[in-house]
């Protein structure tokens, strides 16, 4: 089937054109004839799979009838994230290029004067995060009984994110009569049960998400043995050093970094910095203006580096990215496939490198369950490998055979003094962090 089947309008199909998608993707099939004809929709869908464009693309039709009206929306769509609100605008942009609409998006974090002046000249589509819409409602700067279409998406990340009280608060302030598109990447009872309450007959739509990386992306584990078999610090460190290695001898033109903690991408983030590599962090507790300005720094090429955790880079679509690093092996098998999804895109070439612990057994072992095959391994070539380079220099030998077989002062001394240089970079002081007082190294007279 082609676009042209899909009873789209030539405004739009030439916008479909102008962005380079030749065939529908299979939601886009399935969804888009029925938006036209008015009816709900209940889709289960992953970001990945076309799912924006099979709403964006009808409601750009629906609204070439009408007209907007001051502080009264005519459309509204909800996200969970400010990166999704954000890159459903855009699409907007792309795709309603040839139609006269205008749109207002509707994030915390930035202020509030913009979105109002917006809204009172009216606006056609408004795209928004359930907080601050109902900031902006309940300081009167808003009406919303004229949205004809809702669309609700990622419901599931909305109950994850506790916005599902917020939803239904402002579900209750639209129209009964209005067509809505629920979209959700899963659909436990509690979306189930949402659904049922906002949708009238809808049509029903399942396309599973991608479950097998493209061909086109070269997958490795890195496996990482600090030395000595060290847990906790060590580990971390042998990752970083291994990590440091592979942006070193990969031809790295920009690359998302997962970790599974917030705490970790701070810290990998400060000591990439550290180490001179042009990095940037993004998680969920970060100011929205430092998000948004880190990504679009990150889209156009500014940064090479960004370090993150999952539900901040979630559905984030950046084309043209080289590699993706899991830093930490994500629990959840599908997350694997969602991470390293984001390179290799549109048939180019990408590479995801994994670096796996001895801990990490079972994880890897349900991804390449899921993906079906084993993905090859690789030594990692940090610096602290067991068996390349000890990290710790052994110590215990050399003294006690400087004490039995020569006992003369001088070579003693400078025994002792080879001894400290070798061991001042590595060795701990306890209680003291890194830092040895110059006073401790001083010999005694
Ligand atoms: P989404 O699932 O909406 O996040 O879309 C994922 C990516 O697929 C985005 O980069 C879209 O630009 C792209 N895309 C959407 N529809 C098509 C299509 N029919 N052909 C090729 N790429 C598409």
Do not use: W
């Amino acid at each position: 089937m082609s676009f042209a089947d899909l009873g789209l309008s030539e405004e739009v199909l030439r916008a479909v054109t102008d962005a380079g998608y030749s065939d529908p993707t299979p939601i886009q099939e399935k969804a888009i004839p029925y938006v036209l004809m008015g009816r709900d929709i209940l889709g289960c869908a992953q970001t990945g799979t076309g799912k924006t464009a099979s709403f964006t693309l009808p409601m750009i039709d629906i609204l070439a009838a009408g007209r907007a009206r001051t502080r009264m929306p005519r459309t509204l769509i909800l996200e969970p994230t400010r990166e999704l609100a954000a890159q459903v605008a855009t699409n907007f942009d792309i795709y309603g290029k040839y139609n006269k609409l205008t749109k207002a998006l509707i994030i915390g974090g930035v202020s509030m004067e913009e979105q109002t002046r917006l809204i009172d000249r009216g606006v056609d589509v408004l795209i928004a995060t359930p907080g601050r819409l109902i900031d902006l409602f309940e300081r009167g700067g808003l009406l919303l009984s004229d949205v004809k279409v809702l669309v609700i998406d990622e419901a599931d990340r909305m109950l994850d994110m506790g916005f599902v009280p917020d939803v239904e608060k402002i579900v209750s302030l639209l129209p009964k009569i209005r067509q809505t598109l629920f979209f959700s990447a899963t659909m436990p009872p509690e979306i189930k049960r949402l659904a049922d309450k906002f949708l009238m007959n809808p049509k029903e739509i399942s396309v599973s998400p991608p479950s097998t990386p493209g061909e086109n992306i070269k997958q490795r584990l890195v496996e990482i043995k600090p030395a000595g078999g060290r847990r906790g610090d060590g580990v971390q460190k042998a990752k970083r050093d291994a990590l440091r290695a592979l942006l070193a001898s990969e031809n790295v033109g920009n690359a998302l970094i997962f970790c599974n903690r917030k705490r970790d991408v701070d810290i990998l983030h400060r000591s990439l910095t550290k180490h001179g590599f042009n990095a940037a962090a993004l998680h969920g507790d970060m100011a929205q203006s430092t998000r948004t300005e880190t990504l679009t720094k990150f889209k156009a090429g500014e940064i090479a580096l960004m370090v993150c955790s999952d539900v901040a880079a979630r559905g984030i679509d950046i084309s043209d990215l080289s590699h993706v690093f899991n830093f930490d092996v994500p629990t959840h098998a599908e997350d694997y496939v969602h991470r390293i999804g984001r390179t290799g895109r549109a048939g180019r070439q990408g590479s995801a490198f994994t670096l796996i612990t001895a801990e990490d057994g079972k994880f890897i072992d349900g991804i390449e369950r899921l993906i079906g095959h084993k993905i090859e391994r690789i030594k990692a070539a940090g610096t602290t490998q067991a068996e390349e380079k000890p990290e710790r220099p052994e110590r215990s030998k050399a003294p006690k055979e400087a004490k039995s077989e020569d006992k003369k002062p001088r070579e003693r001394k400078e025994r002792r003094k080879d001894r400290r240089d070798r061991d001042k970079p590595d060795e701990p002081v306890v209680g003291m962090g890194d830092h040895v007082p110059a006073f401790l190294l001083r010999q005694p007279r």
